[in-house]
């Protein structure tokens, strides 16, 4: 039997990422791994809810943007109070597709990889 227990995103300012993830979608760091060469640095985010974690990747020798492709995958959150969501998101600048007949928009980090807002109860 397998569980669900992470997904991972490289992203270029680990500190600007964390501060997003923690601002536009309440996930806070609960673990993180930094060998002493300083090479990366892996940090988990938690919603503090379930048990699923965002990992955030930094590698040292990083300087160019990931290639996202097409940008045809992404995270999905859903949340309680989806307007309210909505209107921090507006604020922040960070909408980047909004479906109001499905009733869902998309939120883009600072890397440029897109987050699904879905009002919970929604699946």
Known sequence: MF???HNNLNVLDLEKS???YEKALGLRETKRIAPPDGGFIIVYLGDGQSGHLLELTWL?????????GE???H???TTDDYAGAHALHVQMGCICFEN???GIYFISDPDGYW???I???RY
């Open 60 to 68: 040292r020798d990083r300087r160019e943007a990931y290639n996202l």
């Open 18 to 20: 964390m501060a997003f």
């Open 100 to 102: 109001p007949e499905m």
């Open 71 to 73: 940008n045809e995958f």
């Open 3 to 5: 569980r669900f227990a």
């Open 115 to 117: 987050l699904e807002v």
């Open 75 to 77: 995270l999905a959150f």
């Open 119 to 121: 009002p919970a109860g």
